[in-house]
């Protein structure tokens, strides 16, 4: 029985040991960025203090094995337990140290998991365990602890229950496993008492941590965000908040300012309307993005539109938007306009089987500041997209600042032409953003800036129209490549432009 017992507790313990690795990996994605980037440094660290922890595991006299495995699972429970909040926490007060923070946790929680299996394999091995048994046992439940973790993280721990509070539940697993190991050889440790008050007080602490999730997160968010937050939720995609103060609602994706409600009508009538004045015999559209629906609004001012289709990746950012009733108010219950078709799905997937062709298409993705976003901006993904634009169609690109990010904004441009789009790169001044850049492009259409506009606008006028297709000596076109799939230069100019608006 104790062996069943020791060998089961390598299930848990590999569960956690992922489960720790996972968190640290979405959580710095989610408020850094550029995921692949993250996941590949925290893997590397982490796999790095494994062999570290495996190899001083070595030290550890064999009369003296469980008692360590029950304080390395005290202390993995501990540390990984809270590690989430802790970066979270502090990332939103004082972000400097939180690199920093980050990789130490990381490799404090690996050096530990290091020594668990070593030392759980010991443990059998003095126990007359067969070898070939041994190894087989430990290791085939060491890899279904990580399958399992794997699976659920992403479907089930990550949008329902939170980074913050899938810690502390992995935390109590440890400390589960730590208090099953002190009953079950409890004639063979030595201060069983001290140990039991030490699982007890770190399972009472985390317990606490777990009941108090959401308020440590909204205390964290309202220090990182400043306002009021009125709506927050985790998907398997983003973090979605929105905050308000006063009349100024602000949605964030990932801790990026997506809009504000003060002046989130120029962009959206500067991405739109140029290119729908331009189409007054434009009967559908498609939206890429745009699951806030701000840009739906504005193109379901045109009578002529009979069919607008919006695909969105995130069903809770468009359910968000369509039922909220403060959110609805701002996009003028666009989602429930009976000319609107929304699709949850990956709009590179969704294109690819699709067959509809559309008159325009607004493209209104976030900026390209990972790989997986970076996709949705190159040039196989354009060349999908001229699949779907009738040929005297328009497309228009949000492509982010032709000033703060300029390398990266001539890049999208560049890749538009690169599958043998005419472009029209324009620009205005949002408040919110700064400059702020999008390129309008077409298969065949000679574009020519509208000097007049159907429709009543607060932003747009013939003076304005004609500035933003004036780009001054400070935002003069840079030749760049194009953005290709397989190496997705786009990502790293976007980020070296944006490191040097901080610096």
Wanted: net charge negative; glycine share 6%.
């Amino acid at each position: 029985m104790p062996k069943k017992i020791l060998i089961l507790s390598v299930f848990v313990v590999a569960s956690c040991g992922l489960a720790y690795e996972l968190i640290a990996g979405a959580l710095s994605s989610y408020l850094l960025g550029d995921s692949i980037l993250q996941f590949s440094t925290i893997i590397g660290c982490y796999l790095f203090a494994m062999g570290v922890g495996a190899h001083f595991s070595k030290y550890i006299h064999d009369d003296d094995l469980l008692a360590r495995f029950v304080d390395i699972e005290l202390a993995v429970g501990l540390i990984g337990g809270i590690s989430a909040a802790l970066l979270f926490l502090t990332f939103s007060w004082m972000s400097a140290p939180f690199r920093t923070l980050l990789y130490v946790l990381v490799f404090m929680i690996g050096a530990l998991v290091g020594m668990e299996v070593p030392l759980v394999m010991r443990v059998l091995n003095s126990r007359q365990t067969e070898f070939n048994e041994l190894v087989s046992r430990v290791l085939t439940f060491d890899y279904l602890g990580a399958l399992a973790v794997s699976l659920l993280f992403p479907l089930v721990l990550a949008p329902y229950l939170g980074l913050v509070r899938t810690g502390f539940l992995f935390g109590m697993l440890n400390i589960g496993v730590a208090l099953w190991t002190i009953h079950t050889f409890r004639h063979e440790l030595k201060n069983v008492g001290a140990r039991l008050l030490r699982a007890a007080t770190i399972l009472c602490l985390l317990m606490a941590g777990f009941s108090l999730s959401d308020r440590m997160v909204y205390w964290g968010e309202h220090g990182l965000y400043g306002d009021e937050i009125v709506f927050s939720t985790t998907t398997p995609y983003q973090r979605l908040v929105i905050t308000r103060w006063k009349d100024d609602l602000r949605l964030y994706i990932n801790g990026n300012l997506q809009f504000s409600s003060r002046d989130e009508y120029r962009y959206h009538e500067a991405l739109v309307h140029p290119a729908m004045q331009a189409l007054p015999w434009a009967r559908s559209v498609l939206v890429l993005g745009g699951g806030d629906g701000l840009a739906l609004r504005e193109i379901l001012r045109y009578s002529n539109i009979q069919h607008v289709t919006l695909v969105d990746l995130d069903p809770a950012m468009t359910n968000a938007f369509t039922h909220r009733s403060e959110l609805t108010q701002l996009n003028h219950s666009s989602f429930s306009d009976p000319r609107v078709h929304v699709v949850n799905a990956d709009a590179a997937i969704w294109l690819q089987n699709n067959q509809d062709m559309f008159d325009a298409v607004i493209v209104d993705f976030p900026d390209p500041s990972s790989f997986a976003l970076g996709k949705l901006y190159s040039v196989p993904f354009y060349g999908i997209v001229k699949k779907h634009v009738a040929a005297n169609g328009l497309i228009v690109v949000q492509s982010t600042s032709p000033f703060f990010a300029p390398h990266a904004f001539w890049t999208v441009e560049a890749t538009l032409k690169e599958v043998g789009l005419l472009t029209y790169p324009y620009h205005l001044y949002v408040p919110s953003f700064g400059e702020w850049g999008f390129i309008l492009a077409s298969p065949q259409q000679h574009f020519e800036p509208p000097t007049q506009y159907s429709l009543p606008m607060r932003y747009l006028s013939k003076e304005t129209t004609h500035e933003m297709f004036t780009f001054p000596p400070d935002m003069q076109r840079i030749q760049m490549e194009p953005n290709h799939l397989d190496t997705q230069s786009l990502v790293r100019e976007f980020e070296q432009d944006w490191r040097q608006v901080i610096r």
